[in-house]
């Protein structure tokens, strides 16, 4: 079965900075869509950052400028990197593979950020 384990969430206070990770097996990260999603509390699930199988990245307009998503083929790892963190980022961060040719979608267990004081 593909599996995607996300990791690296925690508690942090606003204004800080976490680094999650998604490691994928048996699927190769560089040939998908590799997505970021997160889902608070009452909202509905919500795209926070993505990159395409040929490196383009796009970011949600509420963390542009503070958040970084970036792969590394060798591990068969996404990362996102997130700065100035804010209450509002408070979530279940999700791992997405999507495969559009193939008809294929992936979710991992997701991650949970808490920004509080």
């Known amino acids: 079965q593909v599996q995607l384990v996300e990791s690296g969430g925690d508690l942090v206070q606003p204004g800080g900075s976490l680094r999650l990770s998604c490691t994928a097996s048996?699927?190769?990260?560089?040939?998908?869509?590799m997505g970021w999603y997160r889902q608070a509390p009452g909202k509905q699930r919500e795209l926070v950052a993505d990159?395409?199988?040929?490196?383009?990245?796009k970011y949600s307009d509420s963390v542009k400028g503070r958040f970084t998503l970036s792969r590394d083929n060798a591990k068969n790892t996404v990362y996102l990197q997130m700065n100035t963190l804010k209450p509002e980022d408070t979530a279940v961060y999700f791992c997405n593979a999507a495969h559009a040719i193939f008809n294929v979608n992936y979710w991992g267990q997701g991650t949970q950020v808490t920004v509080s004081s």
């Open positions: 048996r699927i190769s990260v560089g040939l998908y869509t």
């Open positions: 990159v395409t199988s040929g490196g383009r990245v």
